[in-house]
């Protein structure tokens, strides 16, 4: 059993033009998520490298939350679907070293969506609390993050694609 006043930590790689804007609009529109969270800007969510999933929660994150734009409307062409790739080959993995499914999530949202972004985070933080701390340090070791990240490489995707 973990501490009763314990608070997940989430990491959110956010794309610039749609994620990131929509959570900029949650806060100039004054509402109110969970303060868990903390926020990477990125330029598009195809910039997100599993490596820093892995890396985040290596580093104390319980929980990693990656938005980006509607599928058809990333300003890259292509980057979303690139991450959707990313992310059913990284859920595999995660599967794999037994974490729990609510602990990683990809969501789609535009710059108008300021309403999902809390939505979004606050289901997150909920989903997280009863599952406790990740202390992924503690479950596996650095050899652990080393072998999940070994298996995340540019061949594995491709095999994946």
């Not at 999933?53 to 290596?58: G, H, K, M, P, R």
């Not at 599967?95 to 535009?110: H, K, N, Q, T, Y």
């Not at 997280?128 to 050899?143: N, S």
Request: glycine share 10%; with cysteine.
């Amino acid at each position: 059993m973990h501490d009763p006043n314990w608070e997940p930590r989430i990491v959110a790689f956010f794309c610039n033009w749609c994620t990131y804007t929509a959570a900029d609009l949650a806060g100039v529109s004054r509402l109110k998520y969970a303060p868990n969270v903390r926020i990477v800007r990125l330029m598009c969510s195809g910039r997100v490298d599993p490596q820093f999933i892995l890396a985040a929660l290596a580093g104390g994150a319980d929980g990693v939350l990656i938005g980006g734009c509607h599928i058809g409307d990333c300003h890259y062409a292509e980057g979303n679907l690139k991450t959707l790739r990313r992310f059913r080959l990284l859920k595999r993995l995660l599967a794999g070293f037994g974490l729990e499914e609510p602990r990683v999530r990809l969501e789609w949202i535009s710059a108008a969506e300021g309403d999902k972004v809390r939505c979004v985070i606050n289901e997150m933080v909920e989903q997280l609390r009863p599952l406790g701390p990740l202390a992924w340090g503690q479950r596996h070791g650095a050899q652990g993050w080393q072998a999940a990240s070994a298996a995340i490489t540019p061949e594995a995707e491709a095999a994946h694609a």
